[in-house]
């Protein structure tokens, strides 16, 4: 997985400025560099504090098992170059997080839930470019939860279980990111970062159960 992740993201690292390039022949910036280029439409001038909210997506592997991982995050936009805000994501398919034996004095199997979040950092690089690079990293924490029942997302129904067990981790999330300036309100990004738990601690469970890479993607709007 580690390695198709990095072989997608080097693809798209190459063929999105070769996109840019097309696209920015239709965006005049009449010669003031300060002017962020946006694809479909020319922005005014940036503002010095902006800010951002938005959706964020990834998909991820715990012990070879697809995981996909929903959340949000917010932030404050320092003179372009930097932000500091709040993220948080959760597990969204916990259905496909079952684990057998966890309780080996009964036999017993149950289902992973959790999630964690905390502060943002983000330096983005040549962010007035239509096309640029950010480096986002998480520092925070989470929490997971094993339980034999299982929440029904199509009826809202959760069949009743019991906890066997639970704990709480402190977690860091490096990463690196395309992004993509659509409009002066909305920008893409997509990329990778990695998760690294410490001190994860549930019964019958490897320390580094969910330390691996993500494929990200995000949606942010805000003032840019």
Known sequence: MKTKLIALFLVLCQAIPLFAQEE???????????EIKT????????VKIGYYIGPEFSYTQFKGRDVFLGGLSLGVILNHFFSVGLCANGIMNPGNLWYNNVD????????LYGGYGGVKFEFMVL???L??????????GGGL???TGLYHTQNHNYSGGSTLDWDSFFVVQPGVMVEINLLKFLR??????YRY????????????????????????????
């Open 39 to 46: 694809l479909f439409k020319k922005t005014d001038h940036p």
């Open 145 to 147: 939860v094993y339980n």
């Open 104 to 111: 080996t004095n009964n036999s017993r199997g149950a289902y």
């Open 24 to 34: 920015s022949k239709t965006v005049t910036s009449k010669n003031n560099d300060d």
């Open 131 to 140: 096309v640029h690079v950010n480096f986002p990293i998480l520092i925070g």
């Open 127 to 129: 962010p007035t470019s």
């Open 188 to 193: 893409f990004d997509a990329g990778i970062s």
């Open 197 to 224: 738990t410490p001190d994860l601690n549930l019964i019958n469970t490897s320390s580094g159960l969910i330390n691996n890479f993500n494929a990200n993607v995000s949606v942010k709007f805000g003032k840019f």
